[in-house]
């Protein structure tokens, strides 16, 4: 089995990733805002979850998952626009996250 990884087996880092994980400040910034944002946003308080979701990129901008909650709050907000914008910015860092790919999926059929 040539080329494929057993799972306890750990990939080579790009050289992005390398940089990314240099100038990070902090794998952990932003997580608080996040988390605080999806629990607003289920309860329906959209423009202070966005307002969290916003906090939250601008701790952590290289949080891809970030940017699809707050282009998933925009949307519910009725600014599919700058939701698309958001999420383009979430799915270029991360175009093989499953999250961002089923937000993208939710804003796409108008869910």
Known sequence: MRGKRKNNEKRE???DE???EMFRPDPTLGYDRDGLGIHLLNCGAYRIAEIQFRRA???????AQFKAHLAWCLYKEGHAGEAEKVLATALEQEPRSTEITSVAKKIREGN
């Open 57 to 63: 990129i601008w701790l952590n901008p290289y949080e």
């Open 13 to 15: 880092k790009t050289r």
């Open 18 to 20: 390398l940089i990314e």
